[in-house]
């Protein structure tokens, strides 16, 4: 059932509808409304108040925890710089640290700005697929390599940790990350998550720029799965039975793509009421330019 849905939505032609996707933030039957239990006064930069959030679970995958965009578009904007030109660097292994020596001697998002023609630099951007924060990830042997810790970057641990606050996690705290990055059309197969030694601690998922179908099953997979449009900014949390379900990217969609009312991702980072020259620096006009065919995603 799983590998079904998987194809469904993976499909260029004929291209998959979008009536079974559900969009986060509206009223669902499948959406069931989460109220946070105590105050939260504190704020956090890039992010709106918590009592603003929009935070639901998913009814047929109990503890799946979904939250509609809680970013500002600064916040936003932020986050996907910090994905770009601080995370795929030496000492954090990426899947093209192997690729050349330069890649380990100088920083990849410089490599990519040293491209003159467009067409060339794209094609080297989009060859970056991952990389890994804190604990690095061995790929091989599936396990998190006691010998290969980096510094987990302080300012992804308060964000997590604010979130994970929040949400009722007050021990959470972050050692290990994946920042997957999807050029347009590309997909990640169906898996679970279970190298990590505290399977109970939930699982942050932060996705910022191109929309993407995300799939949601059970155990198993044989489990039909819910199919859920992730958008710019928009937070799930694995919590509870939902932590070791199957999931997939069978789908990341150029906004086009999408019916009128679930396009238009670049609202989310660019607000039309700021003049570019106002609201930030030279290196937003580069990864603006890269985020037009990519998704990012923070896990
Ligand atoms: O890109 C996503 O939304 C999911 C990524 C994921 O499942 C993973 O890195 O394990
Ligand atoms: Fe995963």
Redesign the pocket.
Known sequence: MFQTSFKYYKSRNPPPTFENVLLIGTDQPNLKPVQLTHDNESIFSGLYPPNDWKIYELCSRPGLLLLANPFTCEGQRYWMKRSLVNYPMHPNTTNQSNASQSTQQVQWWKMVQSITDATERKKFAQKLRWTTLGYQYDWTHKIYDETRKENFPSELRALVQYVATVLGYNRFSPEAA?V?Y?PIGST?AG?T?HSEDDRTAPLF?F?FGQP?V?LIGGLSRDEQPDAIL?RSGDIIVMTGESRLCY?A?PRVCADLELPDNMGNSAKRWDPNDVSVEQHDDEMWNDVEQYIQYSRI?I?
């Open positions: 994946i997957n999807y990640l898996h998550d998922s996705s993407a995300f992730l999931h990217v995603n896990n």
